[in-house]
């Protein structure tokens, strides 16, 4: 879908509120094409407490989860003989 329209964009607000409504989801989205901001939201808390809302400045760890990032990055990059 494109982004930029506003049935689309709706969708994607629609779909955050459900997922932060029934599973409490908290984090950020930000879509960008080239140096254009297309979509960008922050919702919930940064702490279990509930106390720091989560904002454009909110670091998040990702642990382990960069190791498959760099995993499937690597393979891609052997499989277009660029490594």
């Not at 494109?2 to 984090?27: C, F, H, M, Q, S």
């Not at 922050?42 to 995993?71: L, Q, W």
Request: no cysteine.
């Amino acid at each position: 879908a494109d982004l930029p329209d506003p049935n689309t964009r709706r969708w994607l607000n629609d779909y955050i509120d459900t997922l932060v409504a029934k599973e409490g989801l908290a984090g950020s989205v930000l879509v960008t094409r080239g140096a254009e901001t297309i979509f960008a939201r922050t919702f919930g808390h940064a702490d279990a407490a509930g106390t720091r809302r989560i904002d454009a400045d909110t670091r998040f760890s990702m642990a382990s989860a960069s190791k498959m990032f760099t995993a499937v990055l690597v393979a891609r990059l052997a499989e277009t003989g660029r490594l």
